[in-house]
């Protein structure tokens, strides 16, 4: 099993909602991602979770909040996003932790469309 | 990581071979090369990585000059399906710790009929 999986594909949420994504991936990976993508622009790493600690904070807004509660499981919890907080967000999820050979590819969902309105 | 440069747009015709360009001209030893491609509204996607040998496997080629400062992606009987952005990325690896892929511009390559 290769895939990294997201949920919900589609989401529409208002200023004032609180939500989350979530992101899920069975390959025994202890690293994983979270990436925002704008229309037209590359992704952009937000966090890295490694060994289900967090280890890089892209210095986002506190209105998105990380959460990784075992290796198999990355959640991304929104809270009073704004509509410019719009945009794909992707998953990844890696190994190439000290391991030999090392397998170095990540995987990536499918993203999740958010859009607040 | 390095800084990497692509063209941003290439046109291709179907059945022929598509070779993406990308320049790392301040690629360091430990750094190997990524490419990966994004079809419209999908996920990154992993094509081939290496590090100063040129590499092949089902979906690509990838020739790096012995110079490492450039490298090649080819793809050697594009499909309209192989249209997408192809993003080349310069990665350090280090054991014990998450490398994050850092993202350029790619190049649209768009494989016409």
């Known amino acids: 099993d290769t895939e990294v999986t997201q949920t919900p594909k589609h989401l529409v949420m208002g200023m004032t909602n609180k939500k989350s994504l979530k992101c899920e991936q069975h390959?025994?990976?202890?690293?994983m991602y979270w990436y925002k993508q704008k229309a037209k622009k590359p992704p952009e790493l937000m966090f890295v979770y490694s060994y289900e600690k967090l280890s890089i904070n892209e210095s986002v807004p506190s209105r998105f909040s990380p959460e990784c509660p075992n290796s198999s499981l990355l959640n991304l919890h929104l809270h009073a996003l704004q509509p410019e907080d719009s945009a794909l967000y992707l998953c990844?999820?890696?190994?190439?932790?000290?391991?030999?050979?090392?397998?170095?590819?990540?995987?990536f969902g499918q993203g999740t469309r958010l859009t607040v309105v | 990581d390095a800084k990497t440069t692509q063209p941003p747009s290439m046109d291709c015709a179907e059945g022929r071979a598509a070779n993406l360009p990308c320049n790392h001209s301040?690629?360091?030893?430990?750094?190997?090369v990524y490419w990966y491609r994004q079809i419209h509204s999908q996920g990154p996607q992993y094509i081939i990585h290496g590090l100063k040998n040129n590499e092949t496997n089902e979906m690509a080629s990838l020739i790096i000059t012995e110079d490492r400062k450039s490298s090649t992606l080819i793809l050697p009987h594009a499909t309209l399906r192989d249209t997408a952005v192809y993003y080349c990325?310069?990665?350090?690896?280090?054991?014990?710790?998450?490398?994050?892929?850092?993202f350029g511009s790619g190049t649209q390559l768009t494989v016409l009929p």
């Open positions: 990844a999820s890696s190994q190439g932790l000290g391991t030999v050979p090392v397998n170095t590819e990540a995987f």
């Open positions: 301040t690629i360091s030893g430990n750094e190997y």
């Open positions: 390959m025994g990976h202890r690293a």
């Open positions: 990325i310069v990665r350090a690896l280090s054991s014990g710790s998450a490398r994050q892929l850092t």
